[in-house]
């Protein structure tokens, strides 16, 4: 039987680490449980909730900066922080239940990082539990931080297997005054991309630029925050990219529409959920290839970023091959690649990390042994795990 630690705080959390490293007993971290799909879990001896850790520590709205506890979910954040007119930008998956800590933990980032960044750009300091039991504290809560070497960054994305985070400090911004939303109706995924091609050049920023397709079409959405005259003007750029592709920008007022592309990482339990990085002039091609294949379901990009996810469905055998064809494509050309989700059926014929990255997992490997030597951290959450 699994054993679940809820502590209250970064000691009692470190604790609770230090003695389950002594003991050899392995330990899931869990905030929120919207990342559980990632990785190649495995069973452990220990659950460790991070929901005891919750609330803001501090909030200097003149320093435009936030301190808030690993266990606090977004929305609760941005709620709060809208009081007093800023928000943090952030719009990952999951974004009504999602934690902070689960955030940076699973460097979890939506369309909004084509304007604003992602959790790399906005984090300013950690408190971290590390598995011996001590308490670390990379960066500090000013913007200027410029001693010694950033661990921040390597804890986002390290998905639990270095430490628990307790508390994160953000830089936030002013609310934007005006928004704008364009859903462009294109005939292609060549014509989407090309909407999309011009506006990631276009001078002034989109705060979130997305292409997803289906067999029933494919569509470009613009979004554009800040000033009114920004925005109007975004969605100027918006009609003109569109109409140099042959379609039509239609502009609208639900602010919703995205939140389907947004929510693609949690709607993929059947068939197999296939995430890519990729250089953003290889997006095109590769989203032409994805969908000519049979299983193809769904593709979504943030085409500001070349980060896309594509759904694949059908019976197992015709999964794995669309799948693997999948990894090997963003591989040659300069990219990356995991399998996010698949199916029970699938999870010992699909792994989640791809193929093997010479040189990188030997040193994923010494900087796993040096800051968890038991080896008690979130088996299977990391390439080597």
């Known amino acids: 039987m699994t054993a679940v630690v809820r502590p209250s705080d970064v000691a009692a959390c470190a604790a609770a680490l230090g003695d389950a490293a002594r003991d050899r007993r392995t330990v899931r971290i869990s905030g929120a449980a919207t990342k559980a799909y990632l990785g190649q879990l495995r069973a452990t001896d220990m ?212 939140a389907p592309a947004r929510e693609l990482p949690g709607t993929a339990a059947d068939g197999a959920l296939v995430r890519v990085a990729l250089p953003i002039g290889a997006q095109r091609s590769f989203a032409e290839s994805a969908s000519r294949l049979d299983p193809f379901v769904r593709l979504v990009a943030d085409a500001g970023s070349g980060i896309v996810r594509v759904h694949l469905r059908g019976d197992d055998a015709a999964v794995l091959r669309a799948a693997d064809t999948l990894l090997a494509g963003a591989s040659v050309v300069g990219g990356s690649a995991r399998v996010e989700r698949r199916a029970p059926s699938l999870r010992e014929r699909l792994g989640a990390w791809g193929g093997p990255r010479p040189g990188g997992d030997f040193l994923m490997r010494r900087i796993k042994d040096a800051f968890d030597p038991a080896g008690v951290l979130e088996p299977g959450r990391s390439v080597v795990g």
């Open 47 to 258: 659950t460790l909730e991070t929901a005891g850790m919750a609330g803001i520590v501090d909030h200097v709205p003149a320093d435009l900066t936030v301190t808030v506890a690993a266990g606090t979910r977004l929305a609760d954040l941005q709620r709060a922080l809208g009081e007093r007119g800023q928000f943090l930008p952030l719009d990952p998956p999951h974004g009504d239940a999602a934690t902070i800590g689960g955030i940076v933990a699973s460097g979890s980032e939506g369309f909004g990082r084509l304007r604003y960044g992602g959790v790399r750009d906005n984090l300013i300091g950690t408190v971290v539990a590390l598995a011996d039991g001590t308490i670390a504290h990379p960066g500090g809560r000013v913007v200027k931080n410029v001693a010694g070497y950033d661990l921040n960054k390597l804890l986002i994305g390290s998905l639990g297997t270095l430490g628990v985070i307790a508390e994160a400090t953000f830089k936030v911004l002013p609310l934007p005054s005006a928004r704008g939303l364009a859903v462009v109706r294109c005939s292609g995924p060549a014509a989407a991309f090309a909407v999309a091609d011009a506006l990631v050049r276009a001078p002034l920023r989109a705060s979130a630029l997305a292409v997803e397709g289906t067999a029933r079409g494919w569509i470009t959405y613009v979004e554009a925050q800040g000033a009114r005259a920004q925005v109007e003007r975004a969605m100027q750029e918006a009609s003109r990219a569109a109409a140099a592709a042959g379609a039509t920008a239609e502009r609208t007022d639900d602010e919703s529409a995205l």
